[in-house]
C-alpha cells in the first residue's frame, strides 16, 4: 500500500502497464454480465438522470424504450449503480460495429450534454473504495488482458492511461503526485 496526501493506493495502481485496445477488448467494461452495472456516487445520480435525454439518440431502439419506462440508476443511497439490460450490457451502450461504447459519453463530446458519464467508468479498471478516505485498486479482469498487453508493448502505465480521469476525480496536484511516484521521482508513506 502507498499513502500519497491522504490516498490510499494499492501498488499495482502505479506500476501496472495498461492502454484499453478497443478492437480488441470491445469495449467488455460496459457489458460485462453478473451483478450491478458500474457504481454511482450519491452526487451523479441527478447528472445521469439529466443525461438519459442526450444519449437516447445514440442508443438501439431496446434501450430507448428500456429508458422510457425506466429509471437508469439503481439502488439507494451510498450504493446506486447504472441499469444494465439482461445483467449484462449498461442501459448506455450502443455499438460502433463490434465495440460497446458510451452513448452518454458521445453526448458529452457531441456537445449535448455536460456529463461525460460516471467516474467509475472513467476510472475503470481503476476501483476506489472508502476506508477513511479513498482507497484506489487495480481490477485485473481477464477482459482487459488487450490493454495489458497494449500498455506492456507501448510502455504505458495504467496512471498515464487514466490522467483526465484521475484530474477529475481528485485533482492534478495528486495526479502529479501519483505520476511521479510512478516514476520513481518520489516516495509515498507505507
Same mark, same amino acid.
Given at each position: ?83 444494465? *439490460?439482461?445483467? %449484462?450490457?449498461?442501459?448506455?451502450? =450502443? ?7 458510451? @452513448?452518454? &459519453? ?59 480521469? *484521475?484530474?477529475? %476525480?481528485?485533482?492534478?496536484?495528486? =495526479? ?7 516514476? @520513481?521521482? &518520489?516516495?509515498?508513506?507505507?
Amino acid at each position: 500500500m502507498i499513502l500519497l496526501d491522504d490516498l490510499l493506493l494499492q501498488e499495482q495502481v502505479l506500476t501496472t502497464h495498461f492502454a484499453c485496445d478497443l478492437q480488441r477488448c470491445k469495449g467488455a467494461c460496459c457489458t460485462m454480465s453478473g451483478g450491478a452495472g458500474a457504481p454511482l456516487l450519491d452526487s451523479e445520480v441527478d447528472d445521469l438522470r439529466g443525461a438519459v435525454a442526450a444519449a437516447l439518440p445514440y442508443l438501439p431502439e431496446r434501450s430507448r424504450t428500456w429508458l422510457g419506462e425506466n429509471d437508469p440508476v439503481e439502488g439507494q443511497a451510498g450504493d446506486y449503480s447504472v441499469a444494465c *439490460l439482461d445483467d %449484462a450490457d449498461c442501459v448506455f451502450v =450502443y455499438y460502433d460495429g463490434a465495440v460497446a461504447k458510451c @452513448g452518454i &459519453e458521445r453526448a458529452y463530446h457531441n456537445g449535448e450534454s455536460t456529463f461525460r458519464k460516471p467516474i467509475s467508468c472513467h476510472l475503470f479498471p481503476i476501483r476506489v473504495a472508502q476506508f477513511g478516505g479513498p482507497y484506489l485498486h487495480y481490477e485485473m479482469i481477464a477482459e482487459c488482458e488487450p490493454g495489458r498487453d497494449n500498455g506492456e508493448a507501448n510502455n504505458v502505465l495504467l496512471v498515464e492511461t487514466l490522467r483526465e480521469p *484521475l484530474i477529475r %476525480a481528485f485533482g492534478e496536484h495528486a =495526479y502529479s503526485r501519483m505520476l511521479a511516484y510512478a516514476h @520513481g521521482e &518520489e516516495e509515498g508513506d507505507l
